[in-house]
């Protein structure tokens, strides 16, 4: 995992709301865009950069590509803070 690619995506807001709007499920690229009032393209540009980090997946159907979190990429983040921050009970040892 790199750490610079996943703390730069997760360092905007517009995409930290993404984020958090496909904890839902997978949503395409006009839906999510029908939640921010800014340019489409804006919306594909933040997409692309959550994707170089590896913290969404695009899923093809049809016409259509389908947007989902990569809970696995979170899980390595939390694993890694988890073991920065330490176990609180060694601290008293």
């Not at 610079?4 to 839906?31: C, H, M, V, Y």
């Not at 340019?39 to 695009?58: F, M, N, P, V, Y």
């Amino acid at each position: 995992m790199n750490f610079a690619q996943t703390f730069k995506a997760l360092s905007n807001p517009i995409r930290r709301s993404i984020l958090e709007l496909l904890k839902a499920g997978k949503l395409s690229a006009g839906d999510i865009a029908g939640h921010f009032d800014v340019a489409g393209a804006t919306i594909s540009h933040h997409l692309s950069i959550l994707k170089q980090a590896d913290l969404i997946r695009e899923e093809k159907e049809k016409n259509f590509i389908y947007y989902e979190l990569n809970t696995s990429v979170l899980e390595d983040l939390m694993v890694w803070l988890v073991d920065l921050k330490g176990d609180s009970t060694d601290e008293n040892e």
